[in-house]
């Protein structure tokens, strides 16, 4: 069973800082995009920063400069530092993962349970 399990949401004052780690477990040849997510209370998910296999990036416009997301592929495990934390920043954080489990012929879009950032003004 593949599964992708996150770590690292907190409470943290604003202009904090953060670091999100997401780890997919199991039996993987590969993975290929990765990404995070977040939904606030009342909002529709978004998509916060993703990353591809070739390790080029993009990312929300509102976390441009503040937020880096990047990947160690010999860990399976992509992070997300967050800097110059603001009260609207506060979500529930997902992260996204494209994998390959080893014998599998077809790609498994997983999600990770969610974690929660909370940042006081």
């Known amino acids: 069973q593949v599964q992708l399990v996150e770590s690292g949401g907190d409470l943290v004052q604003a202009g904090g800082s953060l670091r999100l780690s997401c780890a997919a477990s199991?039996?993987?040849?590969?993975?290929?995009?990765m990404g995070w997510f977040r939904q606030a209370p009342g909002k529709q998910r978004e998509l916060v920063a993703g990353?591809?296999?070739?390790?080029?990036?993009h990312y929300l416009d509102s976390v441009k400069g503040r937020f880096t997301i990047s990947r160690d592929n010999a860990k399976n495990t992509v992070y997300l530092q967050m800097n110059s934390l603001k009260p609207e920043d506060t979500a529930v954080y997902y992260c996204?993962?494209?994998?390959?489990?080893?014998?599998?012929?077809?790609?498994?879009?997983?999600w990770g349970q969610g974690t929660l950032v909370t940042v006081s003004s």
């Open positions: 199991g039996s993987i040849f590969s993975i290929n995009a």
């Open positions: 990353i591809t296999s070739g390790d080029r990036t």
């Open positions: 996204n993962a494209e994998v390959l489990p080893k014998g599998s012929l077809g790609i498994v879009v997983l």
